[in-house]
């Protein structure tokens, strides 16, 4: 992650309780100030968490190209997301009839409950 003036940062991490195909990618995105948020930045956000967690399961697919596909259905790519002061966490997965599904899991005031959320998943 790199330095940032602003309040705001991005980035992207290792989850630390790797599952089904082990090292499992985070990303995190903050979208607006504490004080106010900008709905259209937001909306543009969410479409590029949506982006980056498709290319993360592309990614994985092509990793394990000798794998079998019920197996990719298994995995899911993680997103946080901050609005304001809120903390939202995000899925993506694939099905078994090869669509992508994107579903907001919890949202939350804080880390901890984040934290929480991602460790009750099953992976």
Known sequence: ???????????????????IMDDGRVI???????????????YGD???NIEALTSIIFLKAYKFSNTRFSTLTHYKSI???????TLTLSVMSITDD????????KSALSLLDIKNAIIGMRF
């Open 98 to 105: 090869k669509k992508f599904v994107f579903e907001e899991q």
């Open 1 to 19: 992650m790199q330095s940032t003036s602003s309040s705001n940062a991005d980035g992207i991490g290792y989850a630390t309780n790797t599952g």
């Open 28 to 42: 995190f995105k903050a979208s607006s100030e504490p004080r106010w948020e900008d709905v259209q930045h937001t």
């Open 79 to 85: 997103c946080i997301h901050s609005i304001k002061q």
């Open 46 to 48: 969410t479409l590029k």
